[in-house]
């Protein structure tokens, strides 16, 4: 990944520290856009790159909790990084358990924010991949008819065209025209293969 495209987002209302960060970031090779509050961040459009969010815990209006919060609904893929320097083991847990790649405690070393910013911009990198295969196999199953539907998900517990055709109360060869059918427009050529695309929609 190279790290010159990747965009770091900085929420905090403490202009020094944030002029600083900006700058420390940026002797990392990483672009920086830089926020003294929620409200300025959560209006501006998301860069359509690898990108992660070095978010302040506490805010004015909106603190950090509540903006990871709006992110889950509005923006979820965005991989956040905590910083503090009020924090404790309750508050770090708390934001690890709904999805912050890491918990910083101010002042961080350089070698600690260079780790965490690789961890979450990879991360990023994954989360728009998966969600670029999702959309994909949506537009895939949007493809199927109903009767189609039907027996892919009996496809996928791992019946056999006989066993297929006796619970949906058809013939055998009607089944396999239906398989045949729902492989081609799903682009896989095995049962596993549609299987494992379609957890990831799940």
Do not use: W
Request: aromatic share 6%; glycine share 4%.
């Amino acid at each position: 990944m190279s790290s010159i495209k990747s965009l770091v987002y900085i929420v905090d209302d403490d202009e020094s520290f944030r002029e600083s960060l900006e700058e420390l970031v940026s002797t990392m090779g990483y672009q920086t856009c830089a926020f003294s509050s929620a409200e300025a961040f959560l209006k501006y459009p998301r860069a359509q790159r690898p990108a992660c969010l070095l978010l302040d815990v506490y805010l004015p209006h909106l603190d950090g909790f509540a903006v990871q919060e709006k992110l889950q609904v509005k923006e979820a893929a965005l991989p956040i990084i905590f910083i503090t320097g009020h924090g404790d083991v309750p508050m770090s847990v708390k934001a690890i358990k709904k999805g912050a790649v890491d918990f910083l405690l101010k002042p961080f070393n350089a070698k600690a924010l260079r780790t965490t910013l690789v961890a979450a911009l990879d991360k990023d990198v994954e989360n728009v991949k998966k969600e670029t295969l999702q959309q994909k196999t949506s537009c895939l199953i949007s493809t199927l008819t109903p009767r189609e539907r039907e027996v892919m998900q009996q496809l996928i517990t791992g019946k056999l065209n006989k066993q297929i055709a006796a619970v949906l109360g058809t013939a055998e060869k009607t089944i396999r025209k239906h398989r045949g059918r729902i492989m081609k427009k799903m682009q896989v050529t095995s049962v596993v293969e549609l299987a494992r695309i379609l957890k990831i929609v799940v």
